[in-house]
């Protein structure tokens, strides 16, 4: 995350970048100097306390922040200490604006609680439900998990909230040729909706932000001329009908469930998903997919000849619910679960 934010303030004139742990700061500056030797025009601070001590917190001088992250520790209740920062946070008294307030849980069960210590200004992030669903629409579409890689890290292209008024009541349709640097992927309504490629005749508000796809916000520029559109090269690839397809899943993890859920809903009837894992899973799905239906088979990921002589064989452990066979093949290696399971597979 520093490597980021260090890419990320290349384009300042200087930045700072404050970290308060319950560490040792000798150990903390020694590992980061070590994995990140140049922090370019950003100056990395740390500052040794406990985040969860309101005196330690203000070490780190939060009134002169432009915003401010609290991160989950390591361990099991990462997620308490989350909280707990959140509520110190949203009631101490600020000498001026609270400065934005990004958070992160690692649970999905306590996204709710984090959010309502953080207050409706701050922004928790759900780690686990990001990760499952980049995780599944990375599988779903071969070569998306480069675009994604593009956008969401700070090197090569970005994307930006940008206000335009010289495009207050044009559509979005003529806001899409209206930029020599800068691509619009959607609109950001001054109520905060987002809109992630409108439709054509969307009028662009006086107050609304469109959210652009460029290298850097300092080289997106409006075009002096509109482009000419040579309409007739336009052409319309066909549409093919989708099929159910089989996935094999290689390993079994806590996100595993919630990442074949969330493809049931995405796939059509008659898919199967295939886990092979040294144990069977002990979620029961079976009456919970409509789309999906689950095999198993005992297989060691780490075996090539475990691999090759079982994985590629999986038996259903409950029929398809329409019969069909699938005809799209797709693969997904995810981390095994680390605590063994009580029963035998």
Request: proline share 7%; hydrophobic share 40%.
């Amino acid at each position: 995350m520093i490597a980021e934010l260090v890419e990320a303030n290349q384009s300042e004139r200087r930045s700072c970048l404050v970290i308060l742990a319950d560490r040792d700061k000798v150990d903390m500056d020694d590992e980061i100097r070590r994995r990140i030797p140049d922090t370019g025009k950003t100056r990395v601070i740390f500052r040794s306390g406990s985040p969860l001590q309101r005196g330690d917190l203000e070490l780190v001088s939060p009134d002169t922040a432009k915003a401010i992250m609290v991160l989950p520790p390591v361990g099991s209740d990462g997620d308490v200490d989350v909280i707990k920062v959140l509520l110190l946070l949203n009631s101490r008294v600020w000498r001026g604006a609270r400065p934005h307030v990004v958070a992160a849980v690692q649970s999905s069960e306590n996204l709710a609680a984090a959010r309502l210590a953080a207050g409706e200004s701050a922004l928790v992030v759900d780690v686990d439900d990001i990760a499952v669903r980049l995780i599944v629409q990375s599988h779903r579409q071969s070569g998306l998990s480069t675009v994604f890689n593009e956008l969401l890290s700070f090197v090569g292209n970005e994307i930006y909230p940008w206000t335009e008024p010289l495009l207050a009541g044009s559509s979005y349709g003529e806001a899409l040729n209206a930029f020599e640097l800068g691509v619009p992927i959607g609109l950001h309504r001054e109520d905060g909706q987002v809109l992630v490629n409108p439709p054509m005749d969307t009028v662009i508000g006086r107050d609304d932000q469109l959210l652009m796809v460029a290298e850097d916000d300092l080289l997106i520029k409006v075009a002096a001329e509109r482009p000419t559109i040579v309409r007739s090269a336009i052409a319309t690839a066909d549409v093919l009908s989708p099929l159910p397809d089989r996935t094999l899943m290689i390993g079994w993890n806590p996100r595993a469930a919630e990442i074949v859920s969330l493809l049931d809903r995405l796939v059509r009837p008659g898919s199967v998903v295939d886990v092979a894992a040294p144990h069977r899973p002990r979620e029961d799905m079976s009456g919970q997919l409509e789309n999906l239906t689950i095999g198993y088979k005992h297989c060691d990921p780490v075996r090539r000849s475990s691999l090759e002589s079982r994985c590629t064989r999986c038996s259903p452990i409950s029929s398809t619910p329409t019969g069909r066979r699938s005809t799209s093949s797709r693969l997904r290696v995810i981390s095994c679960r680390a605590r063994r399971p009580t029963s035998p597979p």
